[in-house]
């Protein structure tokens, strides 16, 4: 898989897959187009009908590392020779340790913390919740419109980002409050940054803490960059005055950084960019490089509960754990934060040019390799293009690249950390090639 071959699909060994899949899996969220990816390298994915594309999507924000790095494989393949699984909340194993503490000194904040190992991002953010209702022993959260924190009952809860998630699943875990996030090119409440003043966070305190009893507030659930909503960056200010707020009121601060942590924005952790650090944060995706694992982390004192309180039966599995420990290693080694920093300026350079020349590109934004791009119908009205957005990723796809669309009228530029200039830039021509074949009709 040396160079991706940009064709449209040949072959029907996908048609004969896809056909038994929708026979015998439930639906899901399938994207428009149809992708049966057996291998893959680094960027670079190959389908079963050995067309090869570049993958701009790291399979959801996972593989910050690339696909297989040779050395999670490595480290993988030793542990898969030695032992799979040891129930690691009821045994004791010297990985878990051992990752547990590289992500308490990995993870912002110089004070003390433990960690609970899960199995996916719903479930970090389950511990986190159920945590801070224990420690607190309060039942209110305040989380955001727009938020996604997965699709367990408490995760989803907290979640406010489609109306179709929650369909016929009421009534879900009672007392979240949800306020408008800090989405400045849809302000909720009409008004222009900087002069503003950041209100969605003051609201908080002007409002929220003034309609509801602060005493029964347990605390806050925040993504630093919105994910699902639409890769959704926030000024500044704004986790900065949310924490604020949070220590002025006794209430726990949880940074969701299920999708952004591992180098994606730029930094190991998006809330570095705000110098914020959380009572409590929580990990997956990219945290094991593809194996399924989830990590709560917490400041020691309010992770107090009694034994027997949280529990599950994979957490801590050892190949996870494995594949964690080699894909920090090379996090670190290759230098991966930066090269997302460096890498997402020159794609918001070429994606504002693209903006420039285009009538439907509305909104470009993003942090490090975790770039959304929001088509619009017009400028003016930002009318919601829905059905371009999907005819551009079925369009990128035709000819080679893997685009994830997020919200509904937007698309995540979230390739691999380490992606070649060249895979990066053959990507963009891609992606700008199929905007002007939408726009063109
Ligand atoms: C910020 C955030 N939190 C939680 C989740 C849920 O993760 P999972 O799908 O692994 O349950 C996601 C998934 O997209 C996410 O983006």
């Known amino acids: 898989m040396k160079r991706p071959r940009v064709s449209s699909q040949r072959g029907s060994q996908a048609k004969k897959v896809i056909d038994l899949h929708n026979k015998v899996i439930m639906r899901t969220t399938m994207v428009p187009y149809p992708l049966v990816g057996i291998e893959a390298q680094g960027a670079l994915v190959k389908d079963v009908d050995e067309n090869v594309y570049i993958d701009f999507s790291s399979a959801v924000a996972v593989a910050n590392v690339g696909h297989n790095h040779p050395e999670v494989v490595k480290a993988v393949k030793a542990q898969a020779d030695k032992l799979i699984h040891f129930a690691g909340n009821d045994y004791y194993n010297p990985l878990q340790a051992q990752l547990a503490q590289e992500l308490t000194r990995i993870t912002p904040g110089k004070f003390d913390k433990k960690v609970f190992f899960s199995n996916s991002g719903a479930e970090s953010v389950e511990c986190a919740f159920k945590l801070a209702r224990w420690h ?78 602060r005493e029964d507030i347990a605390g806050l659930i925040v993504e630093p960059i919105q994910g699902e909503a639409g890769y959704i960056v926030p000024p500044k200010e704004f986790l900065p005055k949310l924490e604020k707020i949070c220590d002025e009121n006794g209430l726990l601060f949880i940074i969701d950084e299920v999708q952004t942590g591992f180098g994606r924005t730029g930094k190991m952790f998006a809330c570095e960019h705000y110098n914020t650090q959380a009572d409590i944060i ?120 893997i685009l994830l669309p997020v919200g509904v009228n937007c698309i995540r530029i979230a390739p691999p950390l380490n992606i070649p200039l060249e895979h990066l830039d053959k990507g963009l021509d891609i992606l700008f090639d199929a905007i002007k074949a939408v726009e063109r009709g």
């Open 136 to 213: 607190a022993k309060k039942p209110v959260m305040i989380s955001f419109l727009g938020a996604f924190h997965g699709r367990t009952f408490g995760a989803l809860s907290l979640s406010a980002c489609k109306g179709l998630h929650k369909k016929f699943f009421f009534p879900l875990v009672p007392s979240v409050v949800h306020i408008p996030y800090a989405y400045c090119y849809r302000c909720n409440f009409k008004l222009e940054y900087p002069d503003c003043g950041v209100w969605c966070a003051s609201y908080i305190e002007e409002v929220v803490l003034h309609s509801h009893p």
């Open 282 to 401: 929580c990990l997956s995706k990219a945290l094991a490089a593809g194996l399924p694992m989830g990590a709560t982390v917490a400041k020691s004192e309010i992770a107090d509960w009694e034994e027997g309180t949280h529990s599950n039966t994979f957490g801590g599995n050892l190949l996870a754990c494995a594949a964690s420990l080699a894909n920090i290693r090379v996090i670190k080694k290759e230098k991966l934060p930066g090269r997302a920093a460096s890498l997402g300026e020159h794609t918001l350079s070429r994606l504002n040019e693209m903006k420039e020349q285009s009538g439907i590109v509305g909104d470009v934004r993003g942090k490090g390799l975790m770039i959304g791009v929001e088509f619009v119908k017009d400028e003016q009205t930002k009318e919601k293009a829905v059905k371009e957005t999907e005819k551009i990723t079925v369009e990128a796809f035709k000819k080679g690249l």
